[in-house]
């Protein structure tokens, strides 16, 4: 298969999944602000921070009011990392490879974009967000779903699942260390009812709530939570789940040694790591170097098997 | 209210379905009573479904601005079909295929001996100035000595009903996934339309494309490896690279993805490392393959590209230079060519052409510029164009000077009143002026395409069809009366 080919396969599928895990973030933000008392509540800043482009934000804006924010998140195809960004990276990037893909699902990316597009001032009316966004998440795991039933399991779609495990593993972390740092700003006792909420939204934003249940069996806690997101075999959105795919899938390719080593060492430190017992700045140390690794794992495929890598590995050793 | 075929006025032209006003062709009958049991809300139910379905599936083409950027508009796709017989079509399907058989052996001559213009059938003077000569190729000879293998040929149908040529693309001609897509869309949102006529299929034009790509590769295998060369998704007709390469099978690639290496051999990027290329459906200008060659500024191409093509490691299609035919003045010259090459008199045939450099017409051309569409010789896309009685006396003037100083370079032609097919415009149906591109394909074999895309000018009067333009399309019916 085609060197471009497979990047835009990869980037399809990170576009796609980062969609996904935008609309559950916004939507799961929305509940949990429902459920706090205003002098508590964490507002809409924290999203800001999830996506990590604070600066680039602070440079348009400077409220984190809901509407900002949501136009931030939701509107601005030139903000780095909004949904209508994401989408339309995802678009674009589908229509270079259409002639791989199947035909539906190129039609159901472009119809989300349009989708997507032609609503997007539902986000700002209270009553019909969450369906707005619903219907978001449901269209990316129906396109999972049409891409697992017809398109050939070939490398392509290694690829395919390549991407989606390392964006989902990368917005899971993301996701953790901001929620968390919020929660552990204030021990106070007072607060224990709420903290309980958040730490259930943490979960909620991921749709992990209910298998938390299921596997665990405990009572929610900040230690067990964070050993189940991010070390859990079965529940798929937990970076060890996400990076122990990546590395099945990479397993099959061939000149796979520098990949597997790195996604070796990520895998290892991930299942070895006491993360329920790591203090906050500790625990945020720790996820600022596995999104690091996580970049390093996607340059490793570039320089593998990308044209993107390939044509500047050329370029310097002509040079 | 509903659609009025007695208010549908039809006197001025040839229309392709009705007669006069309130009476179909004996073949469109079916079509026009049935359209005309719609009611305006179904009408308009169609329409929309039409559009959504298009929008939907992401048919498009790309449109530039003057700011730089590009859009990427839905094909406007007309609801009414344009219908033709069977029996009619088999005959242009005929003279196709004696003018493509023709053409292909005039460019495989004037690459080679060039017995046409030693033998004073064409004059010397017609390549003087030829932009679309490439001396590269002189020599060369292609697998099956065939040059274009995909010609799109421009078809119009003229008051008295003659259908003409208007002119052969043999560059990289565009629009058949428009023609497939068209009858897809059309079977989603029509179905009942479809049953009362057997209506010839169109789907099967990517599988014989294939057939024909595989059949000039020059290494015989079971699966040679063709690719699909495109410039890019900016280009306007990226919709079509895509679909093409989607409904063969083939990898889509761009320049980048192609390496020529130190064997003169064509290779792609894979991840898997360079992998040998045998046939390269191009959908690239000459000048912009090979920058070796070529332009040298030239990012979309692949160096080292004509190379390999002269050695005979790959198969391009069509090959370089077999644009020099699709040059007005040669057009001017077809019926020659035909009675040259084949014996035979042409069959489907050329509009009326006056050829400037011969003293007779150019002298009839000067005295009635008001009258003729002046055309010069290698101008696409309708540029640089006189149109006599629409013109002012200051720009015949000005075309007057042009062709006494350049008389080799024009051609002229009388204005042509192109036939009509009814055409939704509102809640109303009034007649549209269009024409006919069928797609035709050789190698060991020449096949046509069933129909082609019928494009459409939605503004009235206009005889503009250019989908960049502001035309449309519409459907193409080649039915069979007796299945």
Redesign the interface.
Same mark, same amino acid.
């Given at each position: 298969?085609?060197?471009?080919?497979?990047e835009m396969i990869y980037w399809t599928a990170r576009y796609l999944e980062r969609t996904e895990n935008l609309a559950r973030l916004i939507n799961v933000n929305s509940n949990l602000l429902l459920d706090l008392p205003k002098s508590i509540a964490p507002g809409w800043e924290p999203l800001i921070n999830i996506t990590g482009t604070r600066e680039r934000y602070l440079e348009l804006h400077d409220d984190f009011s809901e509407r900002t924010v949501l136009t931030y998140l939701v509107n601005q195809e030139n903000s780095p990392s909004s949904l209508a960004k994401a989408l339309a990276g995802a678009r674009?990037s589908a229509?270079?490879?259409?002639?791989?893909i199947p035909?539906e699902s190129?039609?159901q990316i472009?119809?989300l974009y349009?989708y997507a597009k032609d609503n997007a001032s539902r986000v700002f009316i209270k009553s019909q967000r969450f369906e707005y966004l619903n219907n978001i998440i449901l269209r990316c795991q129906t396109l999972n779903g049409l891409l697992a039933g017809t398109m050939n399991q070939d490398?392509g779609y290694s690829f395919l699942l390549i991407g989606r495990n390392l964006e989902r593993c990368d917005m899971t972390s993301r996701i953790i260390d901001v929620r968390s740092a919020d929660l552990l700003a204030d021990e106070n006792q007072t607060l224990q009812p709420f903290d309980l909420i958040q730490w259930m939204s943490v979960l909620k934003s991921l749709s992990a709530y209910q298998m938390y249940r299921r596997s665990m069996q405990v009572k929610i806690n900040r230690s067990d939570v964070l050993k189940f997101l991010f070390q859990s075999e079965v529940f798929p959105r937990a970076p060890y789940h996400c990076i122990s795919r990546v590395e099945f899938c990479t397993l099959d390719?061939?000149n796979n040694e520098a990949p597997l080593r790195l996604i070796g060492r990520v895998k290892r430190d991930l299942i070895e790591t006491k993360v329920g017992k790591l203090e906050q700045e500790a625990l945020h140390e720790y996820i600022d170097e596995l999104q690091l690794s996580l970049i390093h794992i996607s340059d490793a495929f570039a320089d593998q098997?990308?044209?993107s890598g390939?044509?500047q590995s050329q370029e310097q050793s002509s040079a | 209210m509903t659609i009025e075929w007695k208010n549908y006025r039809v006197e001025k032209y040839y229309d392709e379905l009705m007669l006069s006003g309130n009476k179909a062709r004996p073949h469109g009958k079916k079509l026009a009573k049935y359209l005309a049991s719609l009611s305006n809300s179904e009408l308009e139910t169609y329409r929309i479904a039409t559009e959504l379905s298009i929008?939907?599936?992401?048919v498009s083409f790309t449109v530039y601005n003057q700011e730089g950027g590009s859009i990427d508009r839905s094909w406007p796709l007309d609801i009414f079909p344009r219908i033709m017989t069977k029996t009619e079509w088999e005959k242009i399907e005929a003279g196709l295929k004696q003018r493509v058989q023709a053409l292909n052996l005039f460019i495989a001559d004037l690459y080679g001996e060039q017995r046409i213009l030693k033998d004073g059938i064409i004059p010397r003077a017609v390549f003087k100035n030829s932009k679309n000569f490439r001396e590269q190729c002189v020599g060369v000879k292609p697998p099956l000595n065939i040059w274009a293998h995909v010609c799109g040929s421009d078809l119009v149908r003229d008051k008295d009903g003659t259908m003409y040529v208007l002119e052969d693309n043999l560059r990289v001609p565009s629009g058949v996934s428009y023609m497939l897509e068209n009858r897809l869309v059309m079977k989603r949102v029509f179905p009942e339309m479809f049953e009362d006529y057997s209506i010839l299929p169109v789907d099967d034009y990517p599988s014989k494309l294939f057939d024909m790509l595989a059949s000039i590769s020059p290494r015989p295998a079971d699966y040679p490896e063709v690719v699909?060369l495109t410039p $890019?998704?900016y280009n306007s007709a990226?919709f079509e690279h895509?679909?093409l390469?989607?409904q063969m099978g083939?990898?889509?690639?761009?320049g980048?993805?192609l390496v020529v290496c130190d064997d003169d051999c064509v290779y &792609?990027?894979? &991840?898997? $490392?360079l992998k040998r290329v045998d046939v390269i459906y191009r959908r690239i200008d000459d000048l912009f393959l090979d920058p070796e060659v070529f332009n040298k500024e030239s990012t979309l191409g692949v160096p080292g590209l004509m190379r390999a093509w002269r050695k005979n490691n790959v198969a391009l299609a069509n090959a370089p230079g077999a644009g020099v035919a699709d040059d007005k003045v040669v057009y001017a010259f077809v019926p020659k060519i035909i009675k040259y090459y084949l014996d035979e008199e042409i069959s489907l045939p050329n509009v009326k052409t006056y050829i400037c450099m011969y003293e007779d017409d150019r002298k009839y051309v000067l005295e009635n510029l008001d009258k003729l569409v002046v055309k010069p010789a290698n101008e696409s896309g309708g540029y640089g164009m006189l149109v006599g009685p629409a013109s002012t006396k200051k720009q015949q003037k000005e075309f007057a000077a042009l062709i006494k100083a350049n008389p080799g370079n024009y051609i002229a032609q009388p204005t042509l009143n192109l036939s009509t097919v009814p055409t939704l415009v509102g809640d109303k149906v009034e007649p549209r002026h269009v024409d006919m591109r069928p797609f035709i394909l050789s190698s060991d074999r020449i096949e046509v395409t069933t129909g082609g895309l019928t494009r459409v000018a939605l503004v009235k009067n206009s005889l503009v069809v250019n989908s960049s333009q502001g035309g449309g399309s519409k459907d193409t019916w080649i039915v069979d009366e007796e299945a």
């Open positions: 298969m085609l060197s471009r080919v497979v674009e229509r270079t490879i259409r002639d791989v035909r190129w039609e472009n119809a349009l490398e390719l061939p098997y990308f044209l390939k044509m | 929008k939907e599936i992401g699909v $890019g998704i990226y895509a679909y390469a989607q083939c990898e889509l690639v761009e980048r993805d &792609m990027r894979t &991840m898997r $490392g």
